[in-house]
């Protein structure tokens, strides 16, 4: 707020996590700038209709009437309002008609999560056309990346190291800063894998394991057919994640839990199984609804336990109850993520924590293990000729970007899932990976020692508890091993472990040292794990060998003794 009123920009660019408080700052401003008669009026533009009605009721709440019903084309709206609050879609359609309003007033316009204003070429152009005439700019977002190279209005580019352009903002508060400040809720991720059953559109049937390094495809088959409601994956998910509802109650009593399905016949089912789960019924909100708005906000303000929905509730939708997440749904895109994740983390007081419940898919997991990793919005750089040294990487985004539609039709074709069954893999928080040795079913002491945190605890805490509860139960198996009849495997041990369990410590291993250097040298967990990368070679760890593993692990271990000494 200092940085703004003392630059007095026209355009200004916040970046800053979901839960950071950016419709206070922007109504902050807003409110500054009307006092000061450097503007008149106020256009908000937004997402999602649902997100329209929750400005103008934020806005109200510090003076400042907005219509959320205005359209575009409207023309004059009630004296009553100082402000209106449209879509992107909406200004698309007409951004000839919000271009004459934003110039017969001193207008501020505040792009809320303006990295949509790239989801179309008509949408981008729209949002430039209409408020290219405007006194101030204010984009707001928390993601400011996109899959695409579409260029958002009204942002700064500038070269990176590489040459490529890349969004610059101007200001920035991560994830990381804002749980230092404990603005924000630390995020618990628990993962499940299990052996995956289906029958292909050739007849021929498949069994897999989830979160084994499989082909595209297969792991597409492998992860549709674990969030089939009628196999057994979800059901043992859901009632996984209803027992952590119910461990979060025991100190947030109105905490809530949310479902994001990939399609309304998931979440219809999803929220049958959650009846029988919790004999409770779930809220069911679907985008084509026209009462989708008025259960969002009639959820929020109630103490129901669970929420099951498709994509109305996934960025900038206010409610601050929701603690546990199930991730339930094919997309699996950075952006999807990173906002879906965000529902969870607004903090209400300090110590609450979050837990989100995801598939054991390697790109999920990688998403997961960089949470607090800054990005920013790269433009490819353009391919001059056929000699262009880019011209080949391109080709091959092309046909990795073919490939991923082409896998997105192919889960439109006919596909039978046969049988899944869950199998709790591993915790993922700030960047480490915490689990047991060996295969932990669902419904064991050795899941509960993870399902059972207390709800209210501050990140160190967090942290400190799951290196104990690991730790505790790895020391309760040495003994169990010791005492038995038959020499059997240290539980800790890697070269006596199977494949999966090998890894899986290795894993472990590696991300405890990448923790406990960024807790010694500050460098974020993705940065050294990329630098790792970059050293050893090799995929993601998620779907690193044993290995390239133990050559990472060797590598940060030399970077420790060489900074030691």
């Known amino acids: 707020m200092r940085q703004y009123l003392e630059d007095s920009p026209k355009d200004f660019l916040t970046v800053a996590t979901p839960g950071a408080g950016k419709t206070t700052f922007a109504l902050s401003v807003a409110k500054e700038l009307l006092d000061r008669r450097i503007v008149d009026r106020i256009t908000i533009v937004a997402p999602t209709e649902h997100l329209k009605v929750q400005w103008a009721s934020a806005a109200a709440k510090v003076g400042i009437p907005v219509d959320p019903a205005y359209a575009a084309g409207q023309g004059r709206t009630s004296k ?17 008609a ?39 700019r204010l984009a707001l977002t928390g993601t400011p990346f996109r899959s695409d190279i579409n260029p958002i209005p009204f942002v700064t580019y ?18 990381e800063h804002a749980l230092a400040d404990h603005v924000v809720r630390p995020v618990l991720f628990l993962a499940y894998s299990g052996e995956m059953q289906w029958r292909t559109r050739a007849g021929d049937e498949v069994a897999a394991r989830l979160g084994e390094p499989l082909t595209k495809d297969m792991t597409a088959h492998a992860l549709r057919t674990a969030l089939d409601p009628a196999g057994s994956w979800m059901p043992s998910v859901l009632a996984a994640a209803d027992k952590r509802l119910s461990e979060v109650r025991r100190h947030v009593p109105d905490a809530g839990g949310l479902v994001i399905a990939t399609d309304q016949t998931s979440a219809r089912a999803y929220a049958k199984l959650l009846r029988a789960i919790t004999g409770e019924a779930a809220t069911v909100v679907l985008s084509d609804e ?34 546990v997440g199930v991730y339930a749904t094919t997309t699996s895109t950075p952006l999807f993520f990173a906002q879906a994740v965000g529902r969870f983390v607004r903090a209400r007081k300090r110590g609450e924590t979050a837990s989100v419940f995801l598939p054991s898919v390697p790109r999920l997991l990688e998403f997961a293990s960089e949470l607090e ?39 439109q ?118 630098a790792l990368r ?10 690193a060998t044993a290995e390239q593993l133990r050559a990472r692990i060797d590598r940060i271990r030399d970077w420790a003794v060489r900074r030691t000494s």
């Open 534 to 543: 970059r050293d050893c070679g090799g995929p993601p760890a998620a779907v």
């Open 98 to 136: 919000m271009r004459i309003r934003t110039e017969r007033f001193r207008t501020l316009v505040i792009l809320d999560e303006i990295h949509h204003a790239g989801d179309a070429l008509s949408w981008g152009e729209g949002v430039r056309e209409a408020f290219q005439p405007a006194q101030r």
């Open 373 to 411: 990793v800054q990005r920013d919005h790269v433009l490819g750089r353009t391919v001059k000729d056929e000699d262009d040294i880019f011209a080949a990487e391109e080709d091959l985004l092309a046909q990795a970007n073919a490939s991923e539609s082409a896998m997105a039709e192919e889960g």
């Open 290 to 323: 026209k009462a989708s708005s008025k259960k969002i906000s009639e959820f929020a303000a109630a103490e129901s336990r669970w929420m099951v929905a498709v994509r109305m509730v996934s960025e900038g939708v206010d409610v601050p109850r929701l603690a």
């Open 80 to 96: 009553e309002y100082v402000g209106i609050a449209v879509t992107y879609a909406g200004v698309a359609v007409n951004p000839l």
């Open 413 to 530: 074709l006919p596909f039978e899932a046969l049988g899944s069954e869950a199998v709790f893999d591993r915790v993922l928080y700030d960047g480490g990976e915490f689990g047991h040795a060996g295969e932990v079913s669902v419904g064991s002491e050795e899941e509960m020692d993870f399902l059972g945190i207390p709800g209210l605890l501050d990140a160190d805490q967090v942290r400190d508890l799951l290196q104990s509860r690991q730790s505790e139960r790895a020391r309760k198996q040495k003994a169990a091993a010791d005492a038995g009849p038959a020499p059997t495997r240290p539980a800790d041990t890697p070269d006596e472990l199977t494949a999966h369990e090998q890894l899986a410590v290795l894993r472990r291993e590696l991300n405890g040292l990448v923790a406990a250097w960024n807790h010694r040298t500050g460098q974020p967990h993705g940065v050294t794990h990329a």
């Open 158 to 175: 500038a070269p990176g190291p590489d040459g490529i352009p890349r969004s610059v903002a101007d200001y920035t508060y991560g994830y």
